[in-house]
């Protein structure tokens, strides 16, 4: 045997050491494709060819536009710690790398800088500026096929943005679901809980009962079941997104893409009727009293209750006793010569609430007349949905033909102030056009049997007006603020002396308080004819002046059934 042969060693080489550059840019990616782990098998394919040993794998899945990403990060700053060993870094292909030339360069240079040698098995890289060409001519040309496949994916997503289906990210409230013509066959459907818990809030904005942003964002804090963010909590500008997005009430409108107001496939949330109220209260000021963080269960009255004297809100705390706390509402005006620096125990103020509560409560008389009334309309309207669709169609008909007229001054004029004129008001147009489209969906045949009972729809309005005192004495802080913004009309003065001021209460309570104390006379039970017998049994008592008002669409049927839907439905 020749000790001196070449070809036995006592010890094999060590191997290069290598690590692996893997990257898609979409999750989709990731999942349906099998895309990192296809691009690993082959960069340790060829690692085993090279003869090198992969030690490590670095991942993103994002964009190939930047040059910044957190697997790329990590991998410089590994080769940073290594820089002696003179690592190979082993990608698929150069679009693995970027998909943008200015991206490329950027991170040949860092991987060259930090001690790493570049190799892919699909192309070859080179530090000689002459043997370069090839490279950068790949990289030019991937930047130009990553440019037009974004081109060709916007343009089919606009695409079906315009045929009524939302392609871009699913909003809260919605996810993805295969069966339709969506992304990929896809359609937005409600995810619950998140969707029922996102239509309250919307309607309730709607309707006042949540006064302000702040409100909402504190009502979805609440619940768990609608998403959150790292802390917990819904982002408060995230609040105003929510609120004005007319996905929500089925619509789609995408200005970047020049996508007008267009109906959606998608089952909304609300009606676009319910939508434009809150577009209405988000550009204008709350009428409703705001909620604010301070008020809790023990001063329910507080920022609602003002001093008589200068008409600010009384402040409220508490007193340190000897064996307990005293609470006080006092006047903190400094420019309130009468009361400034003066307390009302919070006792005498609140038991003075509620007996001014007592005396806005009209008689069961009148509440059994109401509730006749609003029974009586109720049927009728579940009788007419037909009449009112037939209506409402024929209204969104002619304003689509006041809207060809609009479009055939646009084309005549040339003038571009008139012109924009114009365009403002087919906008208007449009929407009035889609909010009666929007009514003859809900008339529709099919809707009409999926309506409330009158019992679901008037219960509890019914039983609010008959003794708001009973919501009052729950001890609840959200039903006690409730009653104050559904019973009276502004906030309530306060006299130490003489107790509440004259309350302005809302127009439920005046107008049936109208029909219990207008000065006329009760037609007593035997009638004004001769005594009949009464084939139903006797009936209660109304006022003589005030059932032919009370009975008419104008009169207390107007009045108060747009009241009773707008606040307790």
């Not at 209405?280 to 709350?286: D, K, N, P």
């Not at 609003?374 to 009112?388: E, G, M, N, V």
Request: positive net charge; charged residues 30%.
């Amino acid at each position: 045997m020749n000790e001196h042969d070449p070809s036995i060693t006592d010890k094999a080489e060590p191997k290069r050491k290598a690590v692996i550059y893997v990257r898609v840019s979409s999750l989709k990616q990731k999942s349906d494709g099998d895309g990192l782990r296809s691009q690993e098998r082959a960069c340790r394919d060829y690692a085993g060819y090279r003869g090198l040993r992969p030690i490590k794998v670095f991942s993103d899945t994002m964009t190939g536009s930047v040059a910044s990403r957190p697997g790329m990060d990590e991998m410089l700053s590994f080769l940073r710690k290594h820089r002696r060993e003179n690592m190979a870094v082993v990608i698929d292909d150069i679009s693995r790398l970027a998909r943008d030339y200015i991206a490329h360069m950027s991170l040949r240079r860092d991987i060259r800088e930090a001690g790493g040698e570049l190799l892919s098995p699909s192309i070859e890289f080179s530090d000689d500026p002459t043997a370069q060409f090839p490279e950068k001519l790949r990289a030019l040309v991937v930047e130009e096929e990553r440019i037009n496949n974004a081109k060709r994916a916007a343009s089919r997503m606009r695409a079906r943005m315009q045929s009524g289906y939302w392609p871009l990210r699913e909003p809260n409230g919605y996810k993805f679901e295969k069966g339709g013509g969506g992304v990929g066959g896809k359609d937005l459907v409600r995810e619950e809980p998140a969707a029922t818990i996102l239509a309250q809030a919307l309607e309730r904005f709607a309707s006042g009962d949540l006064a302000s942003q702040m409100e909402v964002k504190r009502f979805l804090d609440r619940h768990s079941g609608f998403p959150k963010n790292r802390y917990g909590e819904v982002h408060k500008q995230k609040i105003k997104k929510l609120l004005s997005n007319p996905l929500y009430a089925g619509y789609i409108c995408y200005p970047d893409w020049d996508i007008p107001l267009t109906k959606a496939h998608h089952e909304p949330l609300i009606s676009f009727a319910t939508h434009e109220k809150v577009l209405e209260r988000l550009s204008g000021r709350a009428l409703s009293i705001p909620v604010r963080k301070t008020i809790n269960e023990d001063f329910p009255l507080r920022s609602f209750i003002c001093c008589a004297d200068c008409g600010v809100p009384y402040k409220a705390s508490f007193s340190k006793g000897r064996s307990k706390r005293y609470g006080y509402y006092v006047c903190q005006t400094k420019t309130c010569d009468e009361s400034y620096g003066k307390s009302v125990r919070k006792e005498k103020l609140e038991e003075d609430f509620e007996a001014l509560l007592k005396s806005v409560r009209p008689s069961q008389a009148i509440v059994r007349v109401a509730t006749r009334l609003f029974k009586a309309a109720w049927d009728k309207s579940i009788q007419d949905f037909d009449a009112r669709r037939s209506a409402a169609l024929d209204a969104a008909k002619s304003i689509e033909k006041q809207i060809e007229k609009l479009v055939d001054r646009i084309l005549e004029s040339s003038q571009p102030r008139m012109i924009a004129v114009y365009e403002k008001e087919m906008d208007r147009l449009e929407k009035q056009r889609m909010r009666q489209l929007d009514d003859a969906e809900s008339f529709s045949r099919k809707n009409a049997g999926s309506e409330p009972s009158f019992d679901q729809a008037y219960r509890t309005a019914m039983t609010f007006l008959a003794n708001p005192c009973i919501l009052w004495r729950s001890g609840r802080i959200e039903h006690q603020r409730m009653v104050l913004k559904l019973t009276f009309a502004d906030r309530l003065q306060y006299c130490r002396k003489s107790g509440y001021r004259t309350a302005n209460t809302s127009l439920p309570f005046k107008v049936l308080g109208q029909l219990q104390s207008d000065g006329s006379s009760l037609v007593p039970r035997r009638g004004l004819e001769p005594p009949r017998i009464a084939p139903h049994g006797p009936e209660p008592c109304a006022s003589t002046s005030s059932a032919t008002w009370a009975l008419s669409e104008g009169g207390l049927i107007g009045l108060l059934r747009a009241e009773v839907n707008a606040k307790f439905q």
